[in-house]
């Protein structure tokens, strides 16, 4: 049995982020424990983040999580060509120096070992269009590199679901994907 942390970070109910999300849970629960966070409905909330900052009981409480975690899957819409502000303030605030990275001789050293990372996100515009203007690559080297490999985590999967619209037929598709994914 692995223990999954889940991250959601969108802020509709209704939207297919959260579908996903759900989907992703009762998938994996079957055979995992999975610690489920909704970024905008946690109780641990965490403000904007500043420097001088310190280890404070939300810091704490979600650290703690991430180490007890093999997995960690993040589900979020991508907008504007990035992540939304409240995922990119839960990685500033979590992923800090001396929890998930340190430097040794000015290098970065990874200190996540042994996790695998998944990543869901979803896009209104076609994928091709974000394939053909390098977009989809962007982001995902900036995951890959720049979060999962430099706190020495592994990228497990990487999904885009593009030209996301509400036909049945395109949900049922999205279905089977992720639970493929997650069965795998």
Not at 10 to 20: K, T
Not at 53 to 80: G, L, M
Not at 162 to 174: A, Q, R, V
Request: proline share 3%; charged share 25%; aromatic share 16%.
């Amino acid at each position: 049995m692995k223990n999954i942390l889940l991250i959601l970070a969108h802020p509709n109910e209704e939207s297919l982020n959260h579908y996903i999300a759900s989907l992703i849970k009762d998938q994996m629960s079957k055979k995992n424990y999975v610690e489920y966070v909704d970024l905008y409905k946690s109780e641990y909330q965490q403000g904007f983040y500043k420097l001088e900052n310190e280890n404070t009981k939300e810091r704490i409480y979600f650290q703690d999580k991430i180490t007890k975690a093999d997995e960690i899957i993040f589900v979020f819409p991508y907008w504007w060509g990035s992540i939304p502000a409240i995922l990119k303030n839960w990685l500033d605030w979590n992923f800090s120096t001396n929890f998930a990275y340190s430097y040794e001789n000015s290098k970065p050293k990874g200190l996540l070992k042994n996790k695998k990372v998944t990543v869901f996100t979803t896009t209104g515009a076609p994928k091709f269009y974000y394939d053909l203007t390098g977009a989809n690559r962007r982001l995902k080297n900036m995951w890959k590199e720049q979060i999962i490999n430099f706190c020495g985590m592994e990228l497990s999967s990487f999904n885009i679901f593009g030209g996301i619209d509400t036909k049945i037929k395109n949900i049922n598709k999205i279905k089977n994907r992720v639970i493929n994914i997650v069965n795998t």
